[in-house]
């Protein structure tokens, strides 16, 4: 369980609330947005960024996800999109109250991948992500073929214990 500071207890204690959002994607520059305008926390600087999130989940499902709707009128965020790969970029989104700013005070709501990516042309993009573990695998960048290279196999007659219950593996040639 967390506790919460003594400024987010204040902020949230209050009728009309400030969220605002923390954005972080991993591209080979990482890009860090705050809807609260340009800022400083957790010792990192946080450039002005006109982003809402939607379809975000706060359940315990393993399997979450999160929409982010750019109004990219410089596009800049398309311009990473464009030169760099999107599919596996790591991102991270932390909500926070306006005056709640401590490095304690935001909380991490989102770790995942990004997933996908679309944009209308005029200055908008929108990009999903997943949560690891649910429906991404985090894998080395690269070129995979359809034909997995063989030390990933275990080697032929390994045994393995299965409850009460012993398997055999059988040589690669057996199962084409």
């Avoid at 393993?62 to 982010?68: D, F, G």
């Avoid at 005056?99 to 929108?126: E, Q, Y």
């Amino acid at each position: 369980m967390r506790s919460l500071s003594s400024p987010t207890l204040t902020a949230v204690a209050h009728s009309i609330t400030e969220p605002r959002w923390f954005l972080e994607i991993g591209f080979s520059t990482v890009v860090r947005l705050s809807t609260n305008g340009d800022m400083s926390w957790n010792s990192l600087t946080w450039a002005d960024g006109a982003f809402t999130v939607s379809g975000l989940s706060w359940d315990n499902s393993i399997s979450q996800s999160v929409t982010v709707n750019f109004e990219d009128a410089d596009n800049a965020i398309a311009a990473f999109v464009l030169n760099e790969e999107i599919a596996d970029r790591s991102l991270k989104l932390w909500v926070f109250d306006a005056k709640a700013t401590g490095t304690a005070d935001p909380l991490l709501v989102f770790d995942g991948v990004c997933s996908a990516v679309s944009g209308s042309g005029n200055g908008s993009l929108k990009l999903q992500a997943v949560k690891l573990n649910s429906k991404a695998v985090e894998l080395p960048r690269g070129t995979y073929s359809t034909s997995l290279p063989a030390e990933l196999f275990a080697p032929a007659g390994m045994v393995i214990q299965w409850g009460n219950t012993k398997i055999t593996l059988n040589p690669r040639s057996e199962l084409a």
